[in-house]
């Protein structure tokens, strides 16, 4: 069966500093990887999906990346954290034919003090 | 410009009866969607899911309706059981978009009151 994890499960950075968020995919191969936000009492925001190593779509302007340097492994980045990058980051993948269901992982909570 | 709305930010219940939640889109190329279940700090669970070809899918407590004419979907949960309480999301697909994305609403949440 297929399991998504992510760490860490909190995050508490200061202003300015960098962000690296890992997120690994367990049990199927070649799958779409999404990173979502989801800011307080505000819905799930996509920020980036990719479908194969090295290939990432941005789909909203920020201050973060992401980077896909294994088939099964994407991470979300950032050089310097603003206060407006708070939230709740969720990791998703889905298998690659036509209609999909996403899963989601547990999710990581980041505090930008 | 919000592609998927749930209206109702809330919705308050007695358990043993139906909760139902609504969903509205506007872009027409959406061809499936699904409902997701989300308790706080952790991931959305798949629900159920509906394809454009059908109007009603039930699984269990759970029936999805769906009116294409009206851009309009809508998740019945009968009975409603205290667990059930959670925010909700309702997403829609594109079978051509890139990556398979969905767009979410911003989530119903329900409590289901003893």
């Known amino acids: 069966s297929q399991t998504i994890h992510q760490w860490p499960a909190t995050l508490v950075q200061p202003v300015g500093s960098p962000l690296s968020l890992e997120c690994t995919v367990e049990g199927t191969s070649n799958p779409n990887l999404y990173w979502y936000r989801q800011a307080a009492g505000r819905g799930l925001q996509l920020l980036f999906y990719?479908?194969?190593?090295?290939?990432i779509s941005s789909e909203v302007p920020q201050n973060l990346s992401a980077s896909r340097p294994q088939d099964r492994q994407f991470i979300l980045s950032s050089k310097k954290l603003l206060l407006s990058d708070s939230g709740f980051y969720l990791c998703?993948?889905?298998?690659?034919?036509?209609?999909?269901?996403?899963?989601f992982g547990p999710g990581t909570r980041l505090t930008v003090l | 410009d919000q592609q998927v709305k749930q209206n109702s930010p809330s919705l308050s219940v007695q358990e043993g009866r139906i909760s139902i939640l609504n969903c509205d889109y506007t872009n027409s190329m959406f061809d499936y969607f699904l409902w997701y279940k989300k308790y706080p700090a952790e991931g959305p669970t798949f629900l159920i899911s509906i394809s454009s070809i059908k109007d009603k899918n039930e699984d269990g407590r759970f029936t999805v309706f769906l009116n294409k004419s009206a851009k309009h979907l809508s998740l019945h949960i009968v009975p409603s059981q205290p667990g059930d309480s959670a925010v909700y999301f309702c997403a829609a697909s594109a079978i051509k978009a890139a990556g398979n994305k969905l767009t979410f609403g911003g989530g119903t949440r329900v409590l289901v009151k003893p």
């Open positions: 990719s479908v194969g190593i090295g290939q």
């Open positions: 998703a993948w889905a298998g690659t034919n036509s209609y999909n269901e996403q899963f």
